[in-house]
């Protein structure tokens, strides 16, 4: 049974960074989509995933400020995220397949197997 547990969430000021993880347990990925997922006051949104043909893609609303990364050795999802602002509160979840689907080839944030339980982000200004 695939497990994802989310950590890494708090409460920051606009401009300042946080780094969200995402341990994954109960297999072992060699074909995979990995990405985060958020849900604030507007739509939910994949705004960054990764496959195992090394492409990520992101949201318009985090690019270049967000970076996903998989460490396939901790089998641990990342999400670094820097110059946040009050728009980027939200619960944010990660969620795995093991393939690559349309949450990856689309960035449909409902074409999803396996999700953890989400990790708070807050950001005032």
């Known amino acids: 049974q695939v497990q994802l547990v989310e950590s890494g969430g708090g409460s920051v000021q606009s401009g300042g960074s946080l780094r969200l993880s995402c341990a994954i347990s109960g297999h072992t990925f060699s074909s995979y989509c990995m990405g985060w997922i958020r849900q604030g006051s507007g739509a939910r949104e994949a705004i960054a995933v990764t496959?195992?043909?090394?492409?990520?893609s992101y949201g318009q609303s985090v690019k270049g400020r967000f970076t996903i990364s998989y460490d396939n050795a901790r089998n641990t999802l990342y999400l670094e995220m820097n110059n946040l602002k009050p728009e980027d509160t939200a619960t944010y979840y990660c969620?795995?397949?093991?393939?690559?689907?349309?949450?990856?080839?689309?960035?449909?944030?409902?074409?999803?197997?396996?999700r953890g339980q989400g990790t708070q982000v807050t950001v005032s200004s």
């Open positions: 496959d195992s043909d090394g492409r990520s």
């Open positions: 969620a795995a397949e093991t393939y690559i689907n349309n949450l990856c080839q689309g960035r449909n944030p409902y074409d999803v197997r396996y």
